[in-house]
């Protein structure tokens, strides 16, 4: 291939790449823009004269709506990691007699549509008096995260030499003892990787958070979105201002671990 | 860390039937008796078969028990809603809103995924030629997969937005008539079909260019040498052999764009007048969206779309194990 060839595709790449992203840069753009600008025809295509009112409006108002959502984030990491991976080393190591229709369950249990678990949990918290409460709403999160996590633990953990564990057995390790000493080390990858499926599943939660926490007073990022454009504000700088805001877990997920993001994507869809 | 992308896929979608015959157990059986290992097993599935009885199974039994009963507001905190059987299905399917609804739910998810498959496929084919840049542009176009729904769909509702949308600037910039995106009924339910594509089209990329890593790089030598061309490369190696990967995307696609609530709720609330209104948003219409919840036909539409949704999972775990039992 000559240089020039390449560098023709390379030219045809950033144009295709400029083109997906223009949303994204919209985003942005509009969020520096000054209300008295947001209805100009044509709009401002570039942020020549940039404000900073839709931001300093994310901090004064939005704050306690990002921290609820960072501790929905970690509660909903912390019960799936504790749910799944003790379960994937059941299914993928110990043979619990029965347990066959596990992960067919678990593959089920991932095409239900989230607007039908909203309700029955809901109808459910409302009996048990959880609507409205942070934990209700990492318990319903975590039903996004859980099936996925078993499988993608279940599948790496299969990978692992059974003559590791033979040597940690002879060693006079329990299973508990080889599942935390010798398991979950080596499937440190794996544990990144759904964990970080399942903070950006909770971050972005919208359906959960609009049936089960409505009326909260500890309410995530998604209904303080929400909010902003349901209270038919004009403010669309501060509303785009805090979609950046939101959208900064993604961004850093995908500078920091996009492999373990590639890896998420494609595990479950395809076999070598 | 390449080799757990590669572990993982390679054997992830073996989870389902891999796990039912895993290999010989370790040594320790023959030591103890079947019975202790059998109860470690157990011990540690245990939380995952209480998890799934009591956050899955409960909440979907909930869900049937609140379809076949008539439930008021007062009833639904009470308790003490008659039991009527059927007569919720009954109700919906001969509702005005059911036939369109169902309409706009198969309208929505083909063509997004035509679009989808077909953009995501040529993205594929296209980054797969190593040429400069071409991961960290790959890498690039996750972005639009990654973000919150909300974030995209207020984001495409402003775009698209009939007076200060950029969409319609450009529109009329070029010398067409503005176009009502989001308040129109002509044009509801493409808006949303177009902001979907856009969300989907990563997943599609990435899936396929995976496939597309594993079909071996002689195949197209040999192609080469035979004097093919890539048009020819493409439609007689990657193609057939992209086949399965490619079912498999399809059906998981058919799975997600069936479920799909927030975008359309949040661009157009199934608005206006109903013309964007798909199973999934008329169910929450009718149990979320109103002063008066009718939680009972919610329920009941809720069902029909978890009956549609297995017909295609079905389907998708049986393309799974046929992938399993060529390869």
């Known amino acids: 291939m000559t240089a020039r060839k390449t560098w023709w595709k390379t030219t045809i790449g950033v144009v295709l790449t400029a083109v997906m992203l223009f949303p994204v840069y919209w985003m942005i753009n509009v969020s520096l823009t000054k209300t008295g600008d947001m209805r100009k025809d044509p709009p401002n295509w570039?942020?020549?004269?940039?404000?900073?009112?839709?931001?300093?409006?994310?901090?004064?108002?939005?704050?306690?709506?990002?921290?609820?959502?960072?501790?929905?984030?970690?509660?909903?990491?912390?019960?799936?990691?504790?749910?799944s991976a003790p379960a994937a080393y059941s299914l993928a190591k110990l043979r619990p007699r029965g347990g066959t229709p596990v992960s067919?369950?678990?593959?089920?249990?991932?095409?239900?549509?989230?607007?039908?678990?909203?309700?029955?949990?809901?109808?459910?918290?409302?009996?048990?008096?959880?609507?409205?409460?942070?934990?209700?709403?990492?318990?319903?999160?975590?039903?996004?995260?859980?099936?996925?996590?078993?499988?993608?633990?279940?599948?790496?953990?299969?990978?692992?030499?059974?003559?590791?564990?033979?040597?940690a057995t002879i060693d006079g390790a329990g299973r508990w003892r080889t599942f935390r000493s010798v398991v979950l080390p080596i499937s440190r990858n794996s544990i990144v990787t759904v964990s970080l499926f399942a903070?950006?599943?909770?971050?972005?939660?919208?359906?959960?958070?609009?049936?089960?926490?409505?009326?909260?007073?500890?309410?995530?990022?998604?209904?303080?979105?929400?909010?902003?454009?349901?209270?038919?504000?004009?403010?669309?700088?501060?509303?785009?201002?805090?979609?950046?805001?939101?959208?900064?877990?993604?961004?850093v997920l995908l500078v920091i671990a996009q492999r373990y993001v590639a890896a998420g994507v494609t595990a479950g869809a395809v076999k070598d | 860390m390449a080799t757990t992308e590669t572990l993982s896929r390679r054997s992830a979608g073996n989870a389902g039937g891999e796990a039912s015959t895993p290999p010989p157990a370790p040594t320790r059986r023959k030591r103890r008796r079947p019975s202790t290992g059998q109860?470690?097993?157990?011990?540690?599935?245990?939380?995952?078969?209480?998890?799934?009885?009591v956050f899955?199974?409960?909440?979907?039994?909930?869900?049937?028990?609140?379809?076949?009963?008539?439930?008021t507001v007062r009833s639904f905190v009470q308790g003490g809603a008659a039991f009527v059987g059927f007569d919720n299905y009954v109700s919906v399917f001969t509702d005005p809103t059911f036939g369109p609804a169902l309409l706009h739910t198969a309208l929505?998810?083909?063509?997004?995924?035509?679009?989808?498959?077909?953009?995501?496929?040529?993205?594929?084919?296209?980054?797969?030629?190593?040429?400069?840049?071409?991961?960290?542009?790959?890498?690039?176009?996750?972005?639009?997969?990654?973000?919150?729904?909300?974030?995209?769909?207020?984001?495409?509702?402003?775009?698209?937005?009939?007076?200060?949308?950029?969409?319609?600037?450009?529109?009329?910039?070029?010398?067409?008539?503005?176009?009502?995106?989001?308040?129109?009924?002509q044009w509801a339910l493409?808006?949303?079909?177009?902001?979907?594509?856009?969300?989907?089209?990563?997943?599609?990329?990435?899936?396929?260019?995976?496939?597309?890593?594993?079909?071996?790089?002689?195949?197209?030598?040999?192609?080469?040498?035979d004097g093919a061309n890539g048009w020819q490369k493409f439609w007689r190696i990657t193609f057939p052999l992209l086949r399965p990967v490619s079912a498999i995307t399809i059906l998981l696609g058919l799975i997600y764009t069936l479920k799909v609530f927030d975008i359309i709720w949040i661009m157009t609330r199934g608005g206006p007048a109903d013309s964007s209104t798909t199973l999934a948003t008329w169910s929450y219409q009718m149990a979320f969206g109103t002063a008066l919840p009718d939680f009972s036909p919610a329920a009941a539409v809720g069902n029909v779309l978890i009956i549609i949704a297995l017909i295609f999972g079905f389907l998708y775990i049986a393309a799974q194990r046929r992938q399993e039992k060529n390869s």
Request: charge should be negative; charged fraction near 5%; glycine fraction near 8%.
């Open chain 2, 39 to 53: 109860l470690a097993a157990w011990g540690f599935l245990a939380p995952l078969i209480v998890y799934l009885l």
């Open chain 1, 104 to 167: 067919f369950v678990l593959l089920i249990a991932q095409m239900i549509p989230g607007v039908i678990m909203a309700m029955g949990f809901y109808a459910i918290f409302l009996n048990i008096g959880m609507l409205n409460s942070v934990w209700g709403l990492i318990v319903a999160d975590s039903t996004i995260a859980v099936p996925f996590g078993v499988l993608l633990f279940t599948a790496f953990m299969q990978g692992i030499p059974n003559e590791l564990m033979n040597a």
């Open chain 1, 46 to 83: 570039f942020p020549f004269d940039p404000t900073f009112d839709g931001y300093r409006a994310v901090l004064s108002e939005q704050l306690p709506y990002l921290g609820t959502s960072l501790i929905v984030g970690f509660g909903t990491v912390a019960l799936t990691l504790v749910i």
């Open chain 2, 190 to 225: 493409t808006s949303v079909i177009i902001a979907n594509i856009w969300i989907g089209i990563p997943f599609n990329l990435v899936i396929l260019y995976s496939g597309l890593q594993n079909i071996p790089n002689d195949l197209y030598e040999a192609a080469a040498l």
């Open chain 1, 199 to 251: 903070f950006l599943w909770a971050w972005s939660d919208f359906v959960f958070a609009s049936t089960l926490d409505a009326g909260g007073k500890l309410q995530p990022i998604t209904l303080g979105i929400y909010k902003y454009i349901g209270n038919n504000n004009q403010e669309w700088n501060s509303i785009m201002a805090t979609a950046v805001i939101a959208s900064i877990p993604a961004a």
């Open chain 2, 56 to 71: 899955y199974a409960y909440p979907l039994y909930r869900n049937i028990e609140l379809s076949l009963h008539d439930y």
């Open chain 2, 108 to 185: 929505f998810t083909v063509i997004s995924i035509i679009f989808q498959f077909s953009i995501g496929m040529g993205l594929a084919v296209f980054f797969h030629q190593h040429f400069k840049l071409s991961a960290t542009l790959r890498a690039l176009f996750l972005v639009p997969w990654l973000l919150p729904l909300i974030v995209s769909a207020s984001t495409w509702a402003w775009m698209l937005n009939s007076e200060s949308g950029i969409v319609n600037s450009v529109i009329e910039g070029l010398g067409g008539q503005q176009v009502n995106w989001l308040t129109s009924p």
